[in-house]
């Protein structure tokens, strides 16, 4: 059986196993054997019992945990088995902290440290209270939003959210006593980084991998943020291919709306806020890549990623506004809702990348490659319309009144594409705006 995340072998004994014993305490306990080589086989020892009587007098000095060690032989050959319980509560070494992560034993600093004591706590990182901010300090636009967002998405009714902001933050679970939680301060402030560095979101168009031709940067509430992302994504850094159906002008972008939003949420969801790193996407003429700084959950690998499986988000608090608003999934449905709308857009599905400290999402874009023979829709006397109007149509006349807003979200677009497509089948006299802005109804013909 070789080495894994609760077994570890040693020929001898050293006093810095001791932080192996604590690695095993802080993660899921484990087996510590020595008398044993790297393959697992019995080496034997020569002072078996004086370290049968040192070992567990070490460990509880020095950590005041208990362990149990036992003697085996195997072969005429002595060793020794060290088994570690998990502990509920963080254990240290000499004043420092190691936690077991499959086959290696790590020490915990900075970030790493903070997140393990708040999760040995019972709490996560974004449900830490934060004093200096009040409700009255958070940005009306983003509860405005979020409000509106919740009830289109039916996931909130209108007499859930015709509450005052403080009561509409306790609901969502976004306050730990008199005090708001770092995810509200993310959510809904309009500066969040004033509290937490780097929560912003860098966008670069680059001809190579050296040369950054132009770049933006994207700051605000959580809330918000992912509309504007794919707002300045897709009017100035994706080329979209024309093409023409007869009269019908037809404009394709390299990665599919829906599945660059999504990847977006997940990026704004599910990153590690307490680096300071803000999330990276980067353009070139024949990939996109999305970087965030985070981290699979523990023993997952991409593969578990990709399959099915359930919600695990690092942030739960930012999540669950996210859910309540309508913008994300809670059942893990992200990653196979990227590929869905890859596949239906006739792209490649993207790259998945998981090291140590980030997540890289990579969507290649041969826009040259694009299969256009059942992009479009269906054919209206003598114009044919492409998939997104039909669909506009088809919710303008299941619901008059739907805004644009809505349909943007329902169709997986922009806004600004949705008002380009209404005012194409204005021009087309396929539909028409009855009564004001504000309280007019949409006539489809």
Known sequence: MPEKQTVEWKSSWRDEYLKWVCGFANAQGGVLEIGKDDRGAVVGLTDSKRLLEDIPNKI???????????????????YLVITVEAYPYPISYHGKYYYRSGATNRELTGNALDEFILKKQGRTWDGVPVPQVRVEDLDMVAFREFRRRAMSSLRLTEA?????????LRSLRLTD???LKRAAVLLFHEQPEQYVIGAYVKIGYFETGADLMYMDEVHGSLITMADKVVDILYSKY?????SYDRLQRIETFPVPIAA??????NAIVHRDYGTGVPIQIKVFPDEVIIYNVGQLPEHWTVADLLARHSSMPHNPNIANAFFRSGQIETWGRGIEKIEEACKAGGHPAPEFVATGTEIRVRFTTPITEVDFGDRFGE??????????Q????????ADPRITTQVISERVGTTKRQVEVNIAKLKALGLVERQGSARNGTWQVK
């Open 238 to 242: 994706f080329k979209g291919l024309i």
């Open 60 to 78: 509880n000095s020095s950590m005041a945990i208990m362990a149990d060690v036992d003697l085996r032989e195997e072969g005429g050959l002595e």
């Open 379 to 388: 054919d209206i006397g003598d114009v044919r319309l492409n998939a997104s």
């Open 177 to 179: 006593g008199d005090y």
């Open 160 to 168: 859930d959210v015709a509450v005052s902001d403080a009561e509409l």
């Open 260 to 265: 660059c939003r999504e990847a977006v949420l």
């Open 390 to 397: 039909v669909n506009i149509l088809r919710l303008m006349s």
